[in-house]
């Protein structure tokens, strides 16, 4: 258990459809990342929250979006679903990344039909 | 932005045997990190590594940040041992986006009883 806690494990939903991805930090951790790995694109990152503020934005389409709650969980939304959305989204947490990296969640496997 | 490139992209070998992984990156970082994703889709982190060496058990890895190469090491490897191995460094050019990782495509390894 790396103690980054990411809910659900799976996901199954239509296309059009919406979900909400929750992911918990380590304790302690002020910071949150959502990655997306894909079959074609690889790992990317999507965004980052820090003590609930948005800190940055990478490849994220508008269709998704975060936030980072006080208790310092973070949800992605995600909207209007396509198939090319089946992914497996990870989340990401660190207290001093310059000393010692991100610890990642075991992700949740989206599939969209 | 940094490009990261691993090799080899696949890797056979027998239990028992060593390996070495290579990860090139294409500017100077202050940060890099080594996973294992195994193959139930979890991201373990290996190594935290913006230089020098590190030893955990039959792992170790060796970053030269001069040379913008890192090494992963692997001896006597277990079929356990097999996954997708991910070199990651910051995102953008000099190391400075924390949290913004880029990751290499991977090198699967498959481990052969």
């Known amino acids: 258990d790396s103690g980054v806690t990411q809910t659900p494990k799976h996901l199954i939903t239509a296309t059009g459809q919406r979900v909400t991805l929750r992911c918990s930090p380590r304790s302690g951790d002020l910071s949150v990342y959502w990655y997306q790995q894909s079959l074609d694109q690889g790992l990317q990152f999507l965004i980052q929250y820090y003590n609930g503020e948005e800190r940055a934005k990478g490849n994220i389409l508008e269709r998704f979006s975060a936030q980072q709650f006080p208790d310092l969980h973070s949800e992605l939304n995600l909207s209007s679903l396509e198939l090319g959305d089946s992914a497996l989204y990870f989340c990401?947490?660190?207290?001093?990344?310059?000393?010692?990296?991100?610890?990642f969640g075991s992700g949740t496997r989206l599939t969209v039909v | 932005g940094i490009q990261v490139e691993q090799s080899p992209p696949d890797l056979i070998l027998q239990e028992g045997a060593n390996s070495t992984l290579r990860c090139n990156f294409s500017?100077?970082?202050?940060?890099l990190q080594w996973f294992h994703q195994n193959p139930w889709g979890q991201l373990i982190n290996l190594f935290y590594?913006?230089?020098?060496?590190k030893q955990n058990g039959r792992l170790s890895a060796t970053t030269v940040a001069t040379e913008r190469y890192s090494l992963l090491y692997i001896s006597s490897s277990q079929t356990t041992d097999s996954g997708v191995y991910f070199c990651?460094?910051?995102w953008g050019a000099g190391g400075t986006s924390y949290g913004k990782l880029t990751f290499g495509q991977g090198t699967i390894l498959t481990v052969h009883p």
């Open positions: 990651a460094v910051p």
């Open positions: 590594i913006p230089s020098g060496t």
């Open positions: 500017d100077s970082v202050n940060n």
């Open positions: 990401a947490s660190s207290v001093d990344p310059a000393n010692y990296g991100y610890t």
